[in-house]
C-alpha cells in the first residue's frame, strides 16, 4: 500500500475510509444506526438550495455538522428555524441530545440563546480565536 495525499477527496474516497471505521464500531459498540439528515433553505421558484443545516444522527446524539444562511438571508429567523426542526426531528427519534462546534467569531451567542451550553474550547484555534464545543441535552422522557 502506498499513502497519497489528496487535497479535496471523492465522497469515494470518504466512503472507503469511513468503512473499516464503521465496521470497527459496530463489533465495539453496536447499534450506531448513523443516519444523515439535512434541512435546506430552497428557492421556491428554482428549487436551487441556497443554504441550510446538515446533521449525523449517530449513537444517540445528533451532531450539526454544517449550518448555513446566506448574508442576504439573515436575520429573518432562518438560522434558528432550522435549528428548531432539528431539534424536533431529534425529539422524535427519541435523541438525548445535541451538539456542534463553532468558531468565537461565528455565532456562539446565536447558540446560546438557543439553550445550548459550552462544553470544551480549543484556543488559538484559528489563531488568536478559539473552536467552541457546545451540547443541548433534552429532558428525559416521562412515561
Same mark, same amino acid.
Given at each position: +500500500?502506498?499513502?497519497?495525499?489528496?487535497?479535496? &477527496?471523492?465522497?469515494?474516497?470518504?466512503?472507503?475510509?469511513?468503512? &473499516?471505521?464503521?465496521?470497527?464500531? *459496530?463489533?465495539?459498540? &453496536?447499534?450506531?444506526?448513523?443516519?444523515?439528515?439535512? %434541512?435546506?433553505?430552497?428557492?421556491?421558484?428554482?428549487?436551487?438550495?441556497?443554504?441550510?443545516?446538515?446533521?449525523?444522527?449517530?449513537?444517540?446524539?445528533?451532531?450539526?455538522?454544517?449550518?448555513?444562511? &446566506? *448574508?442576504?438571508?439573515?436575520?429573518?429567523?432562518?438560522?434558528?428555524?432550522? +435549528?428548531?426542526? /432539528?431539534?424536533?426531528? /431529534?425529539?422524535?427519534?427519541?435523541?438525548?441530545? +445535541?451538539?456542534?462546534?463553532?468558531?468565537? %467569531?461565528? /455565532?456562539?451567542?446565536?447558540?446560546?440563546?438557543?439553550?445550548?451550553?459550552?462544553?470544551?474550547?480549543?484556543?488559538?484555534?484559528?489563531?488568536?480565536?478559539?473552536?467552541?464545543?457546545?451540547?443541548?441535552?433534552?429532558?428525559?422522557?416521562?412515561?
Amino acid at each position: +500500500m502506498e499513502i497519497v495525499f489528496k487535497p479535496d &477527496p471523492a465522497q469515494e474516497d470518504v466512503d472507503a475510509v469511513l468503512a &473499516p471505521l464503521a465496521e470497527a464500531s *459496530e463489533k465495539s459498540r &453496536p447499534g450506531a444506526n448513523v443516519r444523515r439528515i439535512s %434541512f435546506l433553505l430552497k428557492d421556491p421558484h428554482t428549487g436551487a438550495a441556497a443554504g441550510g443545516l446538515i446533521g449525523n444522527a449517530i449513537y444517540e446524539w445528533l451532531f450539526i455538522n454544517l449550518l448555513a444562511v &446566506p *448574508e442576504s438571508l439573515r436575520g429573518q429567523g432562518y438560522g434558528a428555524e432550522l +435549528m428548531a426542526r /432539528a431539534e424536533s426531528w /431529534a425529539r422524535e427519534q427519541n435523541l438525548t441530545g +445535541m451538539w456542534l462546534d463553532t468558531f468565537a %467569531f461565528q /455565532a456562539p451567542e446565536f447558540y446560546a440563546k438557543l439553550g445550548f451550553t459550552p462544553f470544551g474550547t480549543i484556543n488559538d484555534h484559528p489563531a488568536g480565536s478559539r473552536r467552541i464545543f457546545f451540547q443541548k441535552r433534552f429532558a428525559p422522557h416521562t412515561a
